[in-house]
């Protein structure tokens, strides 16, 4: 029979149900019997039960014990008695300022037997004191004497230092001392038990007695470590074995404090140890705080358990990998150390209790995690390294070989060989248990119960590391600059060979993150292949036949997948749907990308100037117009046609220099965008793109060729096209008049804006702005929002231009506040009359808004 959840898990869910009940049915029991105290007479009222024993085994610091004080009982309520407990508090404070005033300023005065006399008698009172406080049930009052008492026995301390010892060592005598006061203070505590502060102080003064042995005796740093550990073991008994919360919450705070710092210092000790054994008295104490902490965390509560369990699982992987890592050399320690934390995980077969293993597994993928980390950085350099090429294309083979492309020296690597054997041996890890998942799932049943998530994620991670182990391994080993190009790019021919699958699968994360390997993998190889000509040709033309074999591989998953799953329901099933039309658009692009570096590469070897490759490279973007129209329906024809679009704005870029060279690849361009607008889904876009670059074209050449009049080359091209305008309009009234007009307004408006605002002249910019003028009244009496906003526009622009030196010489005049006052004033007619202006500017926006 098949459980859900697995029977471990089941099993502690119910414990930890029965525990709360126990917990619930006290603290009723104990509200019950107060209610039975305040309804019935003082003669008559039953004893208070006490509570249950817990299901959970043993008590812990977080639980009360049996019949104590529940926060479900009320606070009696304030009155006179209260009120003598508050006065009596303070008075007790004062008593102790007092006393340590005394000791500190007025002992001089007296002699030796006044001295003992007086401290000896109240330190006698003090201790005397709270015991009748208590039968009276002053409590609070009790608590402030016990702590005057604390204080007068410290000062007792030192006056008898001063005294009969002045000549002891301090620190031989402060750990005798509160060796002595802890002791002194635990009976006390257990004498009257009805105080709480005295086993706290108890608790806290055992925590020096041994570190200031250590330190009086000049001890090393091992001595030290044994010295916290010790008193964290001491600590750790309290907290488990005590009766009282207060004092098992305040030895276990103790606890962890000197047990984290013992273990830090044998951490310390441990890898800074260079030999075995030199490393062994720390590795001895770090097993020392593995078993403590295993044992405390045996008996803790849930949380503290898994914590117990982390640190028992570093301190022993410290210790055994602090010894067989003594001797090796510098930067292999790291292997010795993953290898420990992968037979930590021995620890899920043994009989520990589900909460402590739970903890050693969280430590042994802590230090996993640490060792990938140390183990990046050399990754980090391949990568960084490849991109350095970007600025000596072509300078020739590098010297030192792949080391030197990379351009960083030999030792830097030699301290970092180690790296892709932690990332092979996790990757191979990884790749085990993904592939033997249900037995691992039963050998982890005990302690964890992976879902099918896990193992995704674990074949994901396998595939990541074994790449970037393969990645590092050429410049680790120092390979020629050929054969590690050569490595590189077979690991992206297999990187994409592994994606496909998992792509066309999409049931796991293995396809994404090997996709995602796949294109770092690339970028890598290619700026790497920059180096030399030859290099350049064979990895952009291996790279695009990797790209664009990965894109028809993925454009049959992307079909098939849409005809044959149902709308995904969920986010999950979205995801899987889309997974294989988003990676075969990336390869698209990837392939395209390939293709242009390729064509520019090729002008470069034809020795061509930087304006005339810009022709080379249009071929790329002629390709994927064609492709794209065979590519319709598919997810990657829309990036394969951005793609070529970024191609050409590529060589638009290169012609920039050249002006003729420039109308001629954006006529070019604009025959491209013609092609494309033939497809009636790309119309709208790609039409309006095609107008507008035949109109740069035209203008560019006008220009060019030293025009000085260019309406006697656009009024030709103006006066046709809005007589077409006009007939469309005729036959569709409904057609935009930016359709209709635009195109033909702007072929004259805009060169002969440009040429007026050059002309030093008054006639051209006058004729423009008349015209301007005369096309913006016909726009508003016709409604068409092309010639209003348009000539609206050269109109407002060119009177800006003729009025521009008026306004100049009008503000070297005017004085030069009177400028930010008329800016002032204008804010606040403005922000007086807003709510006005802004319904005059939406009825506007509405107005243009319903003109064609």
């Not at 104490?285 to 358990?305: D, E, K, M, N």
């Not at 064979?538 to 998953?557: E, H, I, K, N």
């Not at 749907?577 to 064509?599: D, F, M, Y």
């Not at 070897?605 to 810009?614: G, I």
């Amino acid at each position: 029979m098949e459980h859900l959840p697995p029977p471990a898990e089941e099993l502690a869910l119910l414990d930890r149900e029965l525990a709360q009940l126990d917990v619930r049915r006290s603290q009723l029991l104990v509200r019950r019997a107060w209610l039975l105290s305040v309804l019935t007479p003082p003669a008559a009222r039953p004893a208070v039960p006490a509570a249950p024993p817990s299901r959970t085994g043993p008590s812990t610091p977080f639980a009360a014990p049996p019949g104590t004080w529940s926060p479900a009982a009320p606070a009696a309520s304030a009155g006179p008695r209260s009120a003598q407990n508050v006065l009596l508090t303070l008075g007790g404070l004062l008593l102790t300022i007092a006393a340590v005033a005394f000791t500190l300023v007025s002992w001089g005065h007296m002699g030796i037997g006044g001295r003992t006399a007086v401290l000896t008698a109240v330190t006698v009172m003090a201790l005397s004191a709270p015991a009748a406080l208590l039968r009276r049930g002053l409590s609070a009052t009790a608590e402030s004497l016990a702590a005057l008492a604390a204080v007068l026995m410290v000062l007792d301390a030192y006056a008898l230092h001063q005294v009969a010892w002045p000549e002891t060592d301090d620190l031989g005598f402060a750990t005798v001392c509160t060796a002595v006061l802890a002791v002194l203070w635990g009976a006390y505590g257990l004498l009257l038990g009805r105080l709480r502060l005295p086993l706290l102080l108890a608790v806290g003064s055992a925590q020096l007695p041994l570190v200031l042995w250590a330190w009086a005796a000049d001890a090393g740093a091992t001595a030290f470590g044994w010295a916290l550990l010790t008193t964290a073991a001491v600590d750790c008994a309290i907290a488990v074995l005590g009766k009282r919360l207060a004092v098992r919450v305040t030895a276990c705070v103790c606890c962890w404090t000197t047990g984290s710092i013992g273990l830090l210092v044998a951490l310390v000790q441990s890898v800074s140890a260079d030999a075995v054994p030199a490393a062994a008295a720390p590795g001895a104490l770090l097993l020392v705080g593995a078993g403590i902490a295993v044992w405390g965390a045996w008996r803790a509560p849930s949380g503290l358990a898994v914590a117990g369990g982390v640190v028992a699982g570093l301190a022993a992987v410290a210790a055994v990998g602090g010894v067989l890592s003594a001797e090796v050399p510098r930067g292999w320690s790291v292997p010795w150390y993953l290898l420990c934390a992968v037979l930590l995980l021995v620890a899920v077969r043994t009989p520990l209790p589900r909460r402590v293993g739970q903890g050693l597994v969280c430590a042994s993928a802590a230090v996993t995690f640490a060792a990938l980390l140390t183990s990046l950085p050399p990754l980090g350099l391949s990568l960084a390294g490849a991109a350095s090429q970007v600025a000596g294309v072509w300078s020739g083979t590098p010297d030192g070989g792949v080391r030197g492309a990379l351009g960083v020296e030999g030792p830097t690597w030699s301290r970092m060989a180690a790296a892709p054997v932690v990332l092979l041996l996790m990757a191979a890890l990884s790749a085990a248990a993904h592939r033997s998942w249900a037995r691992l799932v039963r050998v982890a049943g005990p302690v964890l119960s992976p879902g099918e998530a896990w193992r995704s994620a674990a074949g994901a991670v396998a595939v990541a590391l074994g790449w970037a182990g393969f990645t590092v391994l050429p410049a680790v080993l120092g390979m020629p600059y050929a054969p590690a190009l050569a490595v590189q790019l077979v690991l992206v021919a297999g990187a994409f060979a592994v994606a496909v699958p998992g792509l066309r699968r999409g049931a796991d994360a293995v396809g994404p993150i090997a996709l995602l390997c796949g294109l770092v993998g690339a970028a890598g190889a290619g700026m790497l292949s920059l180096a030399t000509e030859t290099a350049t040709y064979t990895a952009f033309t291996v790279l695009l036949v990797v790209f664009g074999t990965s894109a028809v591989a993925l454009a049959g998953a992307s079909v098939s997948t849409a005809r044959t799953l149902p709308p995904p329901s969920t986010s999950q099933g979205a995801r899987t749907v889309r997974l294989p039309g988003i990676a075969q658009a990336v390869s698209a692009c990837g392939a395209v990308l390939c293709a242009t570096v390729l064509a520019r590469a090729v002008g470069a070897s034809l020795d061509l100037a930087t304006d005339r490759a810009a022709l080379v490279v249009l071929v790329v973007p002629a390709v994927t117009v064609v492709l794209s129209a065979r590519l319709r329906g598919l997810p990657s024809a829309l990036p394969v046609e951005l793609s070529g679009a970024a191609a050409g704005v590529v060589a638009v870029g290169m012609a920039a220099g050249n002006r003729p060279f420039l109308a001629l690849v954006l006529g070019l361009c604009g025959v491209l965008a013609a092609g494309t607008a033939v497809r009636a889904e790309r119309r709208p876009a790609a039409g309006y793109l095609a107008v507008t670059l035949f109109v740069l074209a035209a203008w560019l050449r006008l220009s060019a060729s030293g025009v000085s009049a260019p309406e006697a080359y656009t009024l030709p091209v103006t006066l046709p096209a809005l007589a077409i305008g006009v007939l469309r309009r005729r036959r569709d009234p409904e057609a935009s008049s930016w359709t209709a007009y635009g195109t033909g307004l702007a072929a004259t408006l805009v060169p002969s804006l440009v040429a007026a605002w050059a002309d030093p002249h008054w006639l051209r910019p006058l004729l423009l702005g008349l015209a301007a003028l005369a096309i913006t009244l016909s726009g508003a009496r016709l409604r068409l929002q092309a010639p209003l906003l348009l000539g609206g526009t050269v109109l407002a622009l060119d009177a800006l231009h003729e009025l521009a030196p008026y306004v100049v010489q009008v503000v070297g005049v005017l004085p030069r506040w009177l400028p930010p006052a008329v800016a002032g004033v204008l804010l606040l007619a403005v922000g007086a009359t807003y709510e006005q202006r802004l319904r005059e500017a939406r009825r506007l926006k509405k107005v243009v808004g319903r003109m064609r």
